[in-house]
């Protein structure tokens, strides 16, 4: 073999090799986009949706208990169920999140922390669900409601971009199909090409 058959070999080898690496690497980064997003949604979505369930469900208990003006509810769960809530919150803070989700935990810990406040300075005999009680309570089935919403919206985001990931995957793996055939062709044609000898 002849060093110019030897380098037509080398350069046909060395364009295979670089489009095989160039596929590889966009698929990987197709893939990692889809990862990123399926984690997303798992870790930051619907644990949060998690998250905000449990929250909803403790300030319906309470709100139910200063409904009822249940006093003992308020002099032996309060105290926990607050901790509860105050830490379901700081988890959920944990979560990933965008800055309009941001904007409304802030309103939530806001009205938490003014619940709390209305408890400290209630006296035993005080009517417990009072107009400022309701709308604090409002307030915070508005930002729980909020959230929720949020949760969804950035969960379809999520979904568009592992779904849009996977079609550039395909429409790549097809383009690829095409590339290597056309390649093919002309790496033979390189390869398998004798020029005339002059005779």
Known sequence: MNTFNKFKWFIAIAVV???????NLADKNYFKQVENSVDNIY?????????????????????LAYALNDTTYLKTQNDIVNAEISELLELFDRTGSTRKEDAI????????DELINLESNLASNDLLYTTECAE???SINSAIVALASEQVI??????????????????????EIFLLIFLGLIL???VLYQPRKKS
Do not use: C, P, Y
Not at 43 to 63: G, P, Q, T
């Open 136 to 138: 604090i309570f409002s």
């Open 17 to 23: 090799f670089l489009l095989i690496l160039a596929t």
């Open 105 to 112: 935990k802030k309103k939530l810990n806001r009205h938490h």
């Open 154 to 175: 950035e969960g379809k985001n999520q979904k568009f971009i592992a779904r849009n990931a996977i079609e550039n995957a395909n429409l790549f793996s097809q383009v």
């Open 188 to 190: 033979q044609f390189i």
């Open 43 to 63: 870790s930051e979505r619907l644990l949060a949706k998690e998250l905000l369930f449990d929250v909803s469900r403790k300030f319906h208990k309470k709100e």
